[in-house]
């Protein structure tokens, strides 16, 4: 069984940082491109960063170009998403999720390119 599992939320001032960490189990992932999405509450979920599967490339929504970094280690089946300079505006729950095209060319932000999700983890940033 797939499973995603996200940690390292929680609660942090505007300006601070964390670390998310996404777990993966039951598939090689080493062959799929792991995402980030966020949702807000109120809004749609949105995409927030990607690593390929190679780590050879990375892409980030605009909101956080410069300030998140995502990154991944193979050998423990764990992506990462590194957040500093947090602001109120990034409050909301982040979500892993696996590409469901194994050795995809590139990085697709949708949505419906990701087949399996995490649970979620609540991000709260304050003013």
């Known amino acids: 069984q797939v499973q995603l599992v996200e940690s390292g939320g929680g609660l942090v001032q505007a300006g601070g940082s964390l670390r998310l960490s996404c777990a993966a189990s039951?598939?090689?992932?080493?062959?799929?491109?792991m995402g980030w999405f966020r949702q807000a509450p109120g809004k749609e979920r949105e995409f927030v960063a990607a690593?390929?599967?190679?780590?050879?490339?990375?892409l980030y929504a605009d909101s956080v170009t410069g300030r998140f970094t995502v990154s991944r280690d193979s050998a423990k089946n764990t992506a990462y998403l590194q957040m500093n300079s947090l602001k109120p505006e990034d409050t909301a729950v982040y979500y892993c999720?696996?590409?469901?095209?194994?050795?995809?060319?590139?990085?697709?932000?949708?949505?419906?390119?990701?087949?399996?999700w995490g649970q979620g983890t609540q991000v709260t940033v304050s003013s």
């Open positions: 999720a696996a590409d469901r095209a194994p050795f995809r060319l590139g990085i697709s932000p949708r949505r419906g390119d990701y087949d399996y």
């Open positions: 039951g598939r090689t992932f080493q062959k799929y491109a």
């Open positions: 690593i390929n599967w190679n780590r050879g490339s990375t």
